[in-house]
């Protein structure tokens, strides 16, 4: 049995783990899931949140060898906690996620990525400190091949997110990057382009790089195969 802690991306909230959970659950694994500061149920404004504060609300939600999955910008907070508490992890699981980079913000990264599928879909809060998914755009980006039901759920629960931690970089060190660590990548990815998932993790083992045939939200539109997966890496 393992401990997995999942950690959303961008504008989404625990709930979007909800088929994952009781997929992983029935394979004996302990999973919980929480809603970053600003995110789901978390009432803190969006203006208030740092990258700081998204780590220190996963270190504390952490046990011992935790197995933390951080699905798209979550890539950032999730080696942000690595760095405050690494020895509370098993394994940094990158769900098509972006992978932080020496003195690069995620925001760099998204810059350099060879497309930008994103874009139209997004627009600035009026105070410029936060930014939302249009609802008519956000299945295109985000849910293309998830069940209907489930692309209504998600798109009724986005919510705002705050610009500052992605425009944070990360001090990286011995302490998140030593970690075991894995990629899932997406390929049909419609938020951040497969390819590029691929540059992010040209130096990687190629063992520790997995595929999955779907778009951005797997959660939604295989969470059996996902579980499966992620069963498969905490089996090493």
């Known amino acids: 049995m393992a401990k997995f802690l999942l950690i959303h991306g961008s504008c989404h909230g625990a709930w979007c783990w909800r088929d994952v959970i009781p997929a992983l659950k029935a394979r004996g694994h302990d999973v919980s899931a929480i809603d970053l500061p600003s995110h789901g149920t978390d009432s803190t404004p969006y203006q208030e949140v740092t990258l700081d504060a998204y780590a220190d609300a996963i270190t504390a939600a952490m046990g011992d060898e935790t197995i933390l999955v951080g699905h798209s910008m979550a890539g950032y907070p999730i080696t942000a906690a690595a760095e405050k508490a690494p020895e509370k992890i098993a394994r940094l699981v990158y769900l098509c996620a972006y992978v932080p980079a020496a003195g690069k913000t995620l925001i760099d990264l998204r810059i350099a990525a060879p497309r930008q599928p994103l874009l139209h879909a997004i627009e600035k809060t009026q105070d410029g400190l936060g930014f939302a998914v249009k609802p008519e755009a956000a299945t295109g980006v ?95």
């Open 142 to 236: 985000f849910y293309q091949d998830c069940p209907r039901e489930a692309a209504e759920y998600a798109i009724s629960n986005l919510c705002v997110q705050a610009i500052a931690p992605q425009a944070t970089v990360i001090p990286l060190s011995a302490r998140s990057q030593d970690l075991p660590r894995s990629y899932i990548r997406c390929s049909d990815d419609q938020t951040i382009p497969p390819e590029y998932q691929l540059t992010m993790t040209a130096d990687w083992p190629r063992r520790d790089v997995h595929h999955m045939d779907c778009g951005h939200s797997p959660f939604f539109a295989k969470p059996e195969a996902l579980a499966a997966l992620l069963d498969q890496i905490s089996k090493g």
